[in-house]
């Protein structure tokens, strides 16, 4: 299995920034994929998932923000990410899980694969 993460940089503070996840080795529409980050001297924590019938979870800071979502026939995972604030820089991680793609859940421990990263900074 291989996830390729790109899209990140730099970004002003209330800027867009569009994420994407190229997946391969892996039956794409039968995975429940995230998306994790890991900011400086903070742990991983989960930003958002998608399962089957596009159902989605976010976490509460995002919400409204930030939207999930996966292209079946391409593999691909995205994130697209509006009025981003200084508090959302990271490495921003693609994950895929093994578990049931019905089990919605965004704790790390439970995703199995995962991308190198692609940094994001949101800063003037």
């Known amino acids: 299995v291989q996830l390729v993460e790109s899209g990140g940089g730099l970004v002003q503070p209330g800027g867009s920034l569009s994420l994407s996840c190229a997946a391969s080795?892996?039956?794409?529409?039968?995975?429940?994929m995230a998306w994790f980050r890991q900011a400086p001297g903070k742990e991983r924590e989960g930003v958002a998932t998608?399962?089957?019938?596009?159902?989605?979870t976010y976490a509460d800071s995002v919400k409204g923000r930030f939207t999930i979502s996966r292209d079946n026939f391409n593999n691909t995972l995205s994130l697209q990410m509006s009025s981003l604030r200084p508090e959302d820089t990271a490495m921003y991680y693609c994950?895929?899980?093994?578990?049931?793609?019905?089990?919605?859940?965004?704790?790390?421990?439970?995703?199995?694969?995962w991308g190198q990263g692609t940094q994001v900074t949101v800063s003037s």
């Open positions: 998608i399962g089957g019938a596009y159902s989605t």
């Open positions: 080795g892996l039956t794409f529409s039968t995975y429940r």
């Open positions: 994950a895929a899980t093994v578990r049931p793609i019905g089990r919605v859940t965004l704790e790390e421990a439970e995703y199995n694969y």
